[in-house]
């Protein structure tokens, strides 16, 4: 399995940290609120494409938050960053947050967009099945929704974070390396998602214009995005259809790798 290697960009938000790595046709990952720009299945991706991650501005070690207000912004950013990258088009594949991002620019942009792959994307509002808040709760909550294993290595993190109380005699020391990337990342997502909560009501009017033939892909024990969500991508882009992995949670890209980079590569290719 090839290794993503970090580098830095200069954009017009400042400079950007990204992953690259693989050869071949580009593909570019964009991440979810979780901030992981790194993970098996873009990994298990650098096989067969030449995979480029950035990070958002707010996350990771990525500049320009303060210039992010809203996702029109958001969009620009990414345009930019395909002009510096070379991406006249280029497959495009977002989880959740990164999900909605993509989406995004293939409205507004869909010429920049070859295909496109959504996996538990947020970003629509529909009538009583909101996407679940994920502000102002534990991480040992959110990893209730995000993982359907619990014993996944960061599922089992997030728990271990929870165990910190602000009663000195039950205080346990949680290194600041694993704190502050959850701060910022929340913080970031707040700028984009705070309200409307984690949707553009604009948005699903506007899925008409995608012209890339895309990809769903909905994780079976997802709780935190509602499946209709992914249902209403699929049904208002054209040429648009979605799946279903089995045993996989909202970030079913870390949950299982193996089935959802198959998907990706049949086809992208």
Same mark, same amino acid.
């Not at 992981?36 to 958002?56: H, I, M």
């Not at 996702?71 to 947050?97: I, K, N, Q, W």
């Not at 553009?200 to 994780?219: E, Y």
């Given at each position: 399995?090839?290794?993503?290697?970090?580098?830095?960009?200069?954009?017009?938000?400042?400079?950007?940290?990204?992953?690259?790595?693989?050869?071949?046709?580009?593909?570019?990952?964009?991440?979810?609120?979780?901030?992981?720009?790194?993970?098996?299945?873009?990994?298990?991706?650098?096989?067969?494409?030449?995979?480029?991650?950035?990070?958002?501005?707010?996350?990771?070690?990525?500049?320009?938050?303060?210039?992010?207000?809203?996702?029109? #912004?958001?969009?620009? =950013?990414?345009?930019? +960053?395909?002009? %510096? *990258?070379?991406?006249? &088009?280029? @497959?495009?594949?977002?989880?959740?947050?990164?999900?909605?991002?993509?989406?995004?620019?293939?409205?507004?942009?869909?010429?920049?967009?070859?295909?496109?792959?959504?996996?538990?994307?947020?970003?629509?509002?529909?009538?009583?099945?909101?996407?679940?808040?994920?502000?102002?709760?534990?991480?040992?909550?959110?990893?209730?929704?995000?993982?359907?294993?619990?014993?996944?290595?960061?599922?089992?993190?997030?728990?271990?974070?929870?165990?910190?109380?602000?009663?000195?005699?039950?205080?346990?020391?949680?290194?600041?390396?694993?704190?502050?990337?959850?701060?910022?990342?929340?913080?970031?997502?707040?700028?984009?998602?705070? #309200?409307?909560?984690? =949707?553009?009501?604009? +948005?699903?009017? %506007? *899925?008409?214009?995608? &012209?890339? @033939?895309?990809?769903?892909?909905?994780?079976?024990?997802?709780?935190?995005?509602?499946?209709?969500?992914?249902?209403?991508?699929?049904?208002?882009?054209?040429?648009?259809?979605?799946?279903?992995?089995?045993?996989?949670?909202?970030?079913?890209?870390?949950?299982?790798?193996?089935?959802?980079?198959?998907?990706?590569?049949?086809?992208?290719?």
């Amino acid at each position: 399995m090839a290794t993503l290697a970090e580098e830095y960009l200069e954009t017009d938000a400042g400079k950007v940290q990204l992953f690259r790595g693989g050869d071949g046709q580009p593909l570019l990952y964009l991440h979810s609120a979780a901030g992981e720009a790194v993970n098996p299945t873009a990994e298990q991706l650098a096989d067969n494409f030449a995979v480029v991650a950035p990070v958002f501005p707010g996350f990771g070690e990525s500049e320009g938050i303060d210039r992010i207000e809203d996702m029109e #912004d958001a969009t620009f =950013h990414h345009l930019d +960053l395909l002009d %510096r *990258l070379g991406f006249d &088009s280029v @497959p495009v594949v977002g989880l959740s947050l990164g999900g909605w991002m993509a989406a995004e620019l293939a409205t507004r942009y869909p010429e920049r967009v070859s295909k496109m792959v959504l996996v538990n994307p947020v970003g629509l509002y529909i009538d009583g099945q909101p996407v679940k808040e994920i502000f102002g709760r534990t991480p040992a909550e959110l990893a209730e929704d995000m993982f359907a294993d619990q014993s996944h290595p960061m599922a089992q993190m997030m728990h271990m974070l929870s165990e910190f109380r602000g009663d000195v005699g039950q205080q346990i020391e949680v290194p600041m390396e694993l704190v502050l990337p959850i701060w910022k990342s929340m913080s970031a997502t707040a700028k984009l998602g705070w #309200d409307p909560y984690l =949707h553009n009501p604009k +948005l699903r009017k %506007r *899925l008409h214009r995608v &012209s890339a @033939p895309t990809l769903v892909i909905h994780g079976a024990q997802d709780t935190l995005a509602p499946k209709a969500i992914s249902e209403a991508y699929a049904a208002d882009i054209p040429d648009a259809r979605l799946v279903d992995v089995d045993g996989g949670a909202h970030l079913v890209t870390l949950e299982k790798p193996d089935e959802v980079a198959a998907l990706i590569r049949e086809f992208v290719s």
